[in-house]
């Protein structure tokens, strides 16, 4: 099922995303458009800003990349993640990405005391997933700070846990679906479910999901491009907005994926690209806002 992209379709979209998500609730605190209040006439013809998530990945302390989400083919980028958090901040983003992977492994928080430190080193809201398994390990890290939380596992093997989770914290929790060949895996990737990642992501529909992190697992790392058509595909297919994770390489990957915003993909988590120098943070952001 495509849906036609006629204007009417389109506001009737946002309207839906207006009253489900909190990309918009948030607006006063972590200004992410340049718009007020909900769905406008003029949505259709202005496109929003879409948002840069630049990656931090966190395994035994580090700041690292993967490829594919193999825990042993790590590169370390930083052995500071707080200074990367920094650095990061200083250039302007407005979210930061957090992941802990050994976490997501092992199945709880492994890598507290590096989260711990960026967020003592910078104010930029932060969205963090990897090993959050439980209510009171949600608790604990919006107490510690963390703006947003990312279950991927659990929503996968307790869907109730996620739901109760979006009535506790309205707007602040979202669903991280990492897949291979449309297929959810689990467990830091290790283990692969037998769910669709769009029957997944349909089971949180009414939910109040604040976003569902979309990450093709062969594009991760690989620097071959975003898998555009799966995530335009399943973002078609929702009301709930869609963050694009996976492939990035290049500004010209971004410039592919900024007209998709009409579509509700509302940003980009970058990694390896940001840290090789291929793509630098304000270009990112410039390319996302349509600039
Ligand atoms: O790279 C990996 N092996 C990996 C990874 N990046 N494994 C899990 N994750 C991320 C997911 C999501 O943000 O993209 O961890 C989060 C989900 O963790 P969990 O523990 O809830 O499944």
Redesign the pocket.
Known sequence: MRRTLCPVAILFKRENQARSVDWRDNEDEFPLTTREGGAHPCDALNPRPMILFPAI?LKDGKCVR?LR???ARATVFNDSPAAQAKAFAHAGCEWL?L???N???E?HPVNRAAVQEILKAVQVPTQL?????TIENISRWFEAGVKRV??????VKEPGLVKAACKQWPGQIAV?I?ARDGIV??????KQSTMRALDLALRFEDAGVSAI?Y?D?DR?GAMGGVNIDATVTLAQHLTTPVIA?GGVSSLDDLRELRPTEEHGIIGAIVGRALYDGRVTVPDAIRVLKGD
Not at 129 to 133: A, E, K, S, T, Y
Not at 150 to 155: H, K, M
Not at 185 to 190: I, P, S
Request: charged share 20%; hydrophobic share 45%.
């Open positions: 990945d993967l989400g193999d825990m990405h992941v802990d992977l976490g997501a492994v199945g997933g990897g090993g959050i398994r990312i279950l991927g596992t659990v929503a991280g990492d895996a689990v467990d830091g990737w290790t992190i990450t697992i991760d994770s």
